[in-house]
Each structure stands twice: as C-alpha cells, then as structure tokens.
C-alpha cells in the first residue's frame, strides 16, 4: 500500500531550527570576540621592589581635587606642563612619568591628563596613588 505524497504547496519549511541555530552563534561569537578598545591608554604598573637611581630623572604629576596640576611640586596649567614635558623629552626621550591624582579626582579628568602626556611625547608613563 502506497502513501500519497503531500503536495508541494503544503510542504513548509521550519524556520524554528534555524532561528535557534543563529542565535545559538550569535551567543557564540559574542562570548568568544573580545571588545578592545584600540583608544587606550597603555600603562605598566612597577612592582616598587627596585631601587631609584639618583641620576635618573623622573617626573612626578600631582592631580589635586580643586583642579590644579602639579608637577614637581610646582604648580602649573595644562598647556605649561604640555611644554615642560616636551622639553624634558626631547632631552631624554625615555624619561619615566609618574601620575599621581588624589583620592576624589574624576576619572575623566585624568584621562585628559593622560591623553594630554601622550600628546607631548610620554611614553613611559605610570599611574599610581599618593603614598
């Protein structure tokens, strides 16, 4: 005894198996993709066990909560310290600076500072809290 075929009309295709599939990859790809952003700020954290040389020249900036930079212990504005890093860089290019904003500073406010040093040609930079 012989079925009948259904017709080709009534032949419907299941999209439920594909519609799990994709969502199944796109659960995939999402968890296996890293989001980099490719704008940040590269930073080496020291791990303070070395000893500092006298002769070595480092640069210490101080983020205050009122809004004022300090570098070295003098105060100056965006646009002197800009300078200022550019001149001790293009005598030594490989001068570390140190970043050092007390506690209450907004992020973004060292951010700027941060993109305001790689702007003057820092690229031994670290970022570090007041002891």
Known sequence: MRLKDEPPSLRLIALTPLIDVVFILLVFFMLASSFLDWRAVDLRLSAGSGTASTEDKVLV?????????????????????????????????????IVRP??????????????????????NVSLSRDP
């Open 102 to 123: 007390e506690a209450g500073v907004e992020l973004q406010r060292a951010i700027n500072l941060l993109d305001l040093l790689k702007r003057a040609g820092a690229a």
């Open 61 to 97: 900036i101080h983020i205050l909560v009122d809004g004022s930079i300090t570098l070295d212990n003098n105060s100056v504005t965006a646009r002197e310290l800009e300078q200022q890093v550019a001149a001790e860089l293009a005598e030594k290019a490989s001068v570390p600076v």
